[in-house]
C-alpha cells in the first residue's frame, strides 16, 4: 500500500513535530503544511492572482538583491522553522550563509523579512496569528500583502516584541528591509495584466 497524505494524518498520533510534518508526502492537491506548537495547519493551494502577484514581488525583491550585492537569498513557498513550529511564507528572504545544496528548512532566525499574500482562507492566520509569531521570533520585517478590495503591501517593521505598520503601499514606492536593501515597489504592476 502506497503512503498517502491521508494515511498518514488517519495514522498520526500525538503532537505533530517538524520531522513528522517534512516527511509527509506532498498533498494530492498541492495543500500547504505548516506547524505551530505540535498543530498541523493544512491549507488549500494558492489562486491564480495570488501565485502572479508573489512571483511579481519576488522578481522586484531579487532585483533589490542584485543591485545592492545584499549577502541574502530570496525564494517562494521555501520552508522556514524553529524548534515546534515550521512555517511556509509565500515569500522568504534569507542570509546567504543558511542555504547550502539540499537546504530542505531555513532556521527561523535566518530570515530577515516574510511575505505573506493574504487570500480568503488565511485573513486571521496572516494578519494576527503569524505577525505575532514572526515578531515572537525576532523575524525584522513583515510584508503583508492584501489582495482585496484593492493590491496593497502593509510593511512592518520588528519593534521589541512587535511589529508596528510603517507603510501601506498602493502605487510607487522604494520601501527599505531592515536597513538591508531597498526594493522599487509598484504595487499597480503585481497583478499583471490578469483581468478583473
Known sequence: MSVTAETRFEDH??????ADVLALPEH????RYELVDGVLM???????DHQIVSCELLRR??????????????AGAVMVAEKSRLFLPDIAVVDRAAVQR???AVPLEAVLPLVEIVSPFSRSTDRILKPALYAQAKVPAYWRV????DVRV???????????EVATVTGKEAVEVAG????????????GDLAD
Open 13 to 18: 498520533e500525538g503532537p505533530w513535530t517538524v
Open 28 to 31: 494530492p492537491a498541492r495543500a
Open 42 to 48: 493544512v491549507s488549500p493551494a494558492p489562486s491564480w
Open 61 to 74: 525583491i531579487n532585483s533589490a538583491l542584485v543591485r545592492s550585492a545584499a549577502a541574502f537569498l530570496a
Open 102 to 104: 539540499g537546504t530542505l
Open 146 to 149: 492584501e489582495l482585496e478590495p
Open 154 to 164: 502593509v510593511v512592518h517593521e520588528l519593534a521589541v516584541d512587535t511589529y508596528r
Open 180 to 191: 538591508e536593501f531597498t526594493v522599487d515597489l509598484d504595487v499597480t504592476a503585481l497583478l
